[in-house]
């Protein structure tokens, strides 16, 4: 709901598309700039506690917005500080949460529990935007931030009730900061499945997740459908995905990295697909198996990653995982924003799904392993690096 009363709020105050896009930009900055960070924290301390600070710390910005919108006096840098105070929190929150799924659900169940997380996550894409279109629509966005404020209580109370989890780190690492930031690096640099699946992440963050940067531009100019084609479009990825999330588990040996690369090119082909429909139909069903195909692609990379990770490396390394997928974002948004308004949206698409896929097979070519290497190779959890 966020999501959508955020980016309209400045576009209420301001008028100006470039403002929007920097606000999204700030938002995502702390995490490109000092994820790592988080993932010294992730590691250092209670992951449970930890979440229960940031939950908390969440609500923060959230009813800060409430309290000047609903008080009329908000302003564009007030907005652009609680964008930055948001991602900031996201520094040491995602690692965290994200390392925290195994400790909750242990190793067999991994990967139906990041699975049912994704889904859970895009249902609420898909609905959240719904909602809170028609509550901007009947009594305007300060609302919309209040009920998130208050969402936070519910995590913070799940949170409290959990207890008897195991602890998979019996003795917190104590070296100096950047001892320990200087081996998680070295961890990735020298494991080639993790620091391999990073690069992919990355490449694909960068090149094939612009949704919100080109999408528009084909419902508007290219289908010709307008802002309800517009919602149709994202209404399929954000399907698919779901569905995707809620099929996983129905796949047998889903971890595998061989079944990985083979839904990485499905993936990339329905892009490139989608780059050169004309037809409403068809894009909607392109759009629909990309959604799955993303979904099934990074719920694999996921368990992969955190199944090879020691579990003492677990947050650093999340925390790189974080970078590749959010804070390369910002990035994919711009050079595909580039290319469309040089050569159109069509070009942007095709030619990111292109070296989507090229990159894929290069990886597969050069570094069998990233896409050999099967958790069943990563039993000791303690290896040294």
């Known amino acids: 709901m966020q999501s959508i009363a955020q980016p309209w709020l400045v576009l209420q105050l301001t008028h100006s598309g ?18 790592p960070f988080g993932g010294l924290v992730a590691d250092r301390y209670p992951k449970r506690r930890i979440l229960q600070v940031t939950q908390a710390a969440f609500m923060v910005p959230a009813l800060f917005l409430f309290a000047v919108t609903m008080t009329g006096r908000v302003q564009y840098w007030m907005v652009m500080l609680s964008a930055l105070a948001w991602g900031a929190i996201q520094v040491v929150d995602v690692p965290t949460r994200q390392a925290f799924s195994i400790e909750m659900v242990g190793r067999d169940d991994l990967m139906n529990a990041i699975a049912l997380n994704s889904a859970a996550w895009n249902g609420a894409a898909v609905v959240g935007p719904t909602v809170a279109g028609l509550l901007i629509a009947v009594i305007g966005v300060p609302l919309c931030f209040l009920v998130n404020g208050l969402s936070y209580i519910a995590v913070i109370v799940a949170l409290t009730l959990m207890r008897n989890l195991p602890s998979l780190v019996s003795d917190p690492d104590r070296q100096p900061l950047f001892q320990r930031m200087r081996e998680g690096a070295r961890y990735l ?66 971890a595998s990295g ?9 993936w990339a082909a329905s892009l490139f697909a989608f780059s050169f429909s004309r037809s409403m139909p068809t894009s909607l ?15 694999i990379a996921n368990t992969r990653i955190q199944m090879a990770t020691p579990d003492r490396l677990r947050g650093r390394v999340m925390a790189f995982y974080a970078q590749a997928m959010m804070g390369v974002g910002p990035l994919g948004a711009t050079q595909a924003g580039v290319l469309a308004s040089i050569f159109g949206a ?40």
């Open 189 to 254: 640099q020298r494991d080639p499945l993790v620091g391999g699946m990073l690069f992919v992440v990355a490449v694909f963050s960068l090149f094939a997740m612009n949704r919100l940067t080109l999408i528009p531009l084909f419902a508007d100019g290219v289908l010709k459908a307008g802002a309800a084609g517009f919602g149709f479009l994202m209404a399929a990825l954000g399907l698919g995905a779901l569905t995707g999330g809620l099929s996983l588990a129905l796949i047998p040996h889903s």
């Open 285 to 299: 069903a392109l759009l629909f198996a990309a959604g799955v195909c993303q979904m099934w692609f990074l719920a």
């Open 258 to 266: 061989r079944r990985q690369f083979w839904i990485g090119l499905l």
């Open 346 to 385: 069509p070009s942007a698409m095709w030619a990111g799904a292109a070296a989507c896929g090229l990159m894929i097979f290069a990886v597969r070519i050069i570094h069998r392993e990233v896409f050999t290497l099967e958790p069943d190779d990563y039993r000791d959890t303690d290896r040294k690096f």
């Open 18 to 35: 470039f403002l929007v896009g920097l606000v999204l930009a700030v938002q995502n900055l702390p995490i490109l700039v000092a994820g």
